[in-house]
């Protein structure tokens, strides 16, 4: 149906749909001649997908993204939250696999979504299958003046994990009073007749937000930031127990993403969750009973080391584009050998990674520590004295920028590049630490301190990687050597890639003076003085 | 948008059924149609069951007072739209003549915003010589002529040939069309036969005078829809597929 001025209902079908039908229709005999439409445009079943990343990139950006099945093919809508087109493209098929932006046909959604959405892939979030009935409503002429539009969705959440189960609801009936052009008044007063049949009520959500509602799913229910529940009075032990399990939920939340290989991002989280429980163990440690710290430090440093290898190989793969795209000396296709070894690599890792995550340690790692945890929050009597959440987290903040403040000082033109990788270590530790304690800060000084952390962070980052990532591609060319993978010109092209990376280590560390300064010199200190006393 | 206008200097030769027949089937091929009913008798608002009345009358629209999009209705069918006929375009050439400057190209300037939005606009002119068939004939693409097999029919084709091939700049395809030929009448079959042969743009689709065609008056609907497996129905269809390429040289 091509008209303009939708009018939105949904109805009760609680006396069953032909009968809410009925009633409809008869209060719309009032003033037309109410004929069904069979074949008409829209009528029939529709599928739809609405897609997003795990993390919700689309709707955050206030998008939402449907693919419309049709016979052959399909097409890609892209529209705003209230429904306004933004773009579309037609796709030969939607492969049943999750898939990523940039494996899209060129085309104007394609366009407005890859920087949004990558590396991230889109995932189904609700399938839709509308059977539609069209009515048309005639004037005394026997001429068409509005047609009612009414479409039975069901809808279904497809299950997280290839074992579970998918989610089915069935929405209410909803009733659309379509224009024709021309015709405003006709279907202002066919709104006004569907208005007043009981049970009949105006559409408050779109059919995406409805079916999200219907299925209970929470649109945006993933973050991969802490946003621990803690107060500043909290029991120290009761909050650190609070973030470990916080912690421990994204963790667990990414491992089905991780074994089907949706995309690189799951793995990226989990790991991010494993690296901050460890510093929390590692700073916040203290607080725990006796005996935990120690145990688990030992679990999570062999989960942690477990998802390296994937995980670096991922980086270079993910960069490979940009990589070849530096090259001067060398084409890009001398690199394609390295690609391809990388790629073989990447597949052998990912086997033993997977055959970590289902084994019987992981098993035991996130099972115990969830008991371990639960134990700690809802069990901790007030028997101890303890501190509070928030003398933990300023003490602990303090001594963390103090530990900075030294190192840094101490590094010259000189110092051992293990100086900075140090440092790198301690910084990460400081802004953990403030990420787990920001509901217990001052909104607006802590976004002072974590910019110019970040600042630092990413000099030091920086320099970091380019070393590590030079050290690699030395590594890979004895192993392709070895392996007898490796012409010349591949040799010759990665030799170019070692020297710009050599080149942006240089870079980075000329740029360290004046990122430290701006960090623990006199008005760091201060911003820090600010964000930790201001709440004192 | 490409427009075509069905125009004869005669009435009753079959414009308005050619106009309403070939605009749906414009519109069923998917393409978004507009038929202007140009005809103060609002034969073809009647047959779409569309009360023949535009607010402010033909002067809102020349004047401009009211644009043509504000009087568009939505016909039954996807895809095509009617500008509906009133009863005050009877003085169109008058409202045209006051116009300004340029009065023979008025209806091509009107037209000129409806490009975006359609990809087929029909004229159905009113039978006259006037300065709205001047109009009509410099907005259009394609000039269909429905033609009755008579000698004096021909000299009339003659005669607009003639006269579109005086204008200066851009001229109409003329493609003429022998409609309401009765098979049983040798002269209908004398003429068409020789003329086709003996002129390029003449359709090789005759219309035949068919009492189904008669029939959209009582079921207010183009043939091709009622009727569809009809031979008028079918003779639509051709002429329809012939008139979107370029007359034979």
Redo the contacts between chains.
Sequence with gaps: VTATGLREFVADTAAGEDSSLAAVESALSQAFTVRQEPGAAGSGTHRRTWLDTFDWRLYKAGLTLRFEQARRGGRLVLSKADGTPQAEQPVTSWPRRPGLAEDLPPGPVRDRILVLTSPRALLPIVRAVSTVTVTRLLNADGKTVARLVADHVMVTAPAARNTAADTTAELPLRLTVAEVRGYPSQARKAAGLLAGVPGVSQASQSVFTAALTALGRHPADYTSGVEAEITATMPAPVAVARLLLRLLDTLELNVPGVLSDIDTEFLHDLRVAVRRTRSAIKLLGGVLPAGLAEHFTTEFKWLGDATTPVRDLDVHLLGFPALTGQLVAASPAELEPLRAFLARRRAREFRRLAAALRGPRFRAITQDWRKALLEIRDVDGPRRRRPSAVALALSTTARAFRRIAAKGSAITTDSPPEALHDLRKRAKELRYLLEFFAPLHDPVAYRKVVSDLKQLQDCLGEFQDSEVQRHEIHDLADAMLAERAAPAATLLAMGEIAAKLALSQAEARAEFAARFARFAGPAGQERVRVLLEGRA | VKIFATYNIKGGVGKTTAAVNLAYLSAADGCRTLLWDLDPQGAASFL????PRVKGGGKALIRGTKTLDD????T?F??L?LLPADFTYRNMDLLLDDAGAKPTRKLARLLRPMAAEYDHVFLDCPPSISLVSENVMHAADVLLVPLIPTTLSVRTLDQLTEFVAGFSGRRPQVWAFFSMVDRRKKLHQEITKDLQAERTGVAATPIPALSMIERMSVE?APVTVFAPRSVAARAYRALWAEVQQDPKP
Excluded: E, P, T, V
Excluded at chain 2, 48 to 51: E, Q, Y
């Design positions: 779409f069951r569309i009360k009087a568009i209705k939505g039954d996807d895809h739209d207010r």
